[in-house]
């Protein structure tokens, strides 16, 4: 079984910033892909930051510029930093990784239960 766990949301006005953390636990041979999505209310899902294993990044257009997403492996952790934050950036933001549980390099999906960005004055 694996975990996330994210840390590092809160409350901050427009134009702040707000780093988040996502650390990965369980049973975990290697992580591939890390991704970032958000869930503002009454919205869709949407994905705002990927990061391959090859530290490939790929942003929508609505953060692209602002956001950066980051991956320490020794640790199974991945990063967001969120620079010159919007209110309508407010959202819960989720991580997410595909990985193998074993060498024979399954393509398994795990989910944090999400952290809440307020970014308002």
């Known amino acids: 079984q694996v975990q996330l766990v994210e840390s590092g949301g809160g409350l901050v006005q427009p134009g702040g910033s707000l780093r988040l953390s996502c650390a990965a636990s369980?049973?975990?041979?290697?992580?591939?892909?890390m991704r970032w999505h958000r869930q503002a209310p009454g919205k869709q899902r949407e994905l705002v930051a990927v990061i391959t294993s090859g530290d490939t990044t790929h942003y929508p257009d609505s953060v692209k510029g602002r956001f950066t997403i980051s991956r320490d492996n020794a640790k199974n952790t991945v990063y967001l930093q969120m620079n010159s934050l919007k209110p309508d950036d407010t959202a819960v933001y989720i991580c997410?990784?595909?990985?193998?549980?074993?060498?024979?390099?399954?393509?398994?999906?795990?989910w944090g239960q999400g952290t809440l960005v307020t970014v308002s004055s």
């Open positions: 369980g049973s975990i041979f290697r992580i591939y892909a």
């Open positions: 997410n990784i595909v990985y193998g549980a074993t060498p024979k390099g399954e393509n398994l999906d795990a």
